[in-house]
C-alpha cells in the first residue's frame, strides 16, 4: 500500500527539481577585455515567447556600472550618454534579435558592467520589458603605447634587402 503512495509523490518531486524553460532570455559574455585606446563588441542576443503586435516597437537600450544603473544608449527616444558621443554605435535593425554594440576609443572610465535591456510590444500581453541580471563586466587593459613604446625596423616595400629600412612604430595612437 506504500509504494503507490510514494512513487506519485517522486514523481512530483523530480518534476519541480526540473529547471523550468525560460519564458524571455537575454545572452551577453560576462568578460570582455580591451586595451585603451581600443575598441569592443558586445554581443548580445535576446529570446521571447510572444507573439509581437503589428508594430511591436521594438526599443534596446544600454545601462552601465550597476543594473539599475545610467542609461547610456536608447534606440527610441535616441539617446547617446554625453561620455560615449562618436565613440558608440549599436549594430542592430529589427526584427534582428542578435547584434552587438560597439563603443570605439576606450578610455579607463568605460571600464565598468554594461546591461542591455530589451522593451517591445506584444499582440496579446501588452509590453514587455527585460535586461540582463549580470551584464558584461568590460575591462579595459593598458594601451600597447603604454605597455611597449618601441620601434623595429622593416625593409622596404618590394626589396628583400635591410639595405634601405623604414621605421614602424608599434604603438596605438593616444
Sequence with gaps: MGLPLLLPGLLLASLQAEKPEPLFEMK???????????????????????ELAKDPNV???????????EYL?????????????????????????????????????????????VALDTLTDGKQMWQS????????TPGLHQLYPFHFYLPEPRTTSLAHPRLVHLCAPS
Excluded: M
Excluded at 551577453?28 to 575598441?39: K, N, T
Excluded at 558621443?85 to 565598468?112: A, M
Excluded at 541580471?133 to 579595459?140: P, Q
Design 28 to 50: 551577453q559574455p560576462r568578460h570582455l577585455s580591451a586595451p585603451e585606446g581600443g575598441s569592443i563588441l558586445i554581443r548580445f542576443s535576446f529570446f521571447h515567447p510572444w
Design 59 to 69: 526599443r534596446i537600450s544600454w545601462r552601465w556600472k550597476h543594473f539599475h544603473g
Design 73 to 117: 544608449y536608447k534606440t527610441t527616444p535616441p539617446f547617446i550618454h554625453e561620455n560615449f558621443k562618436n565613440r558608440l554605435f549599436l549594430k542592430w535593425r529589427e526584427p534582428e534579435k542578435t547584434s552587438s554594440l560597439w563603443i570605439s576609443h576606450l578610455r579607463r572610465e568605460d571600464q565598468s558592467v554594461y546591461f542591455c535591456q
Design 133 to 140: 541580471i549580470e551584464g558584461t563586466n568590460l575591462t579595459v
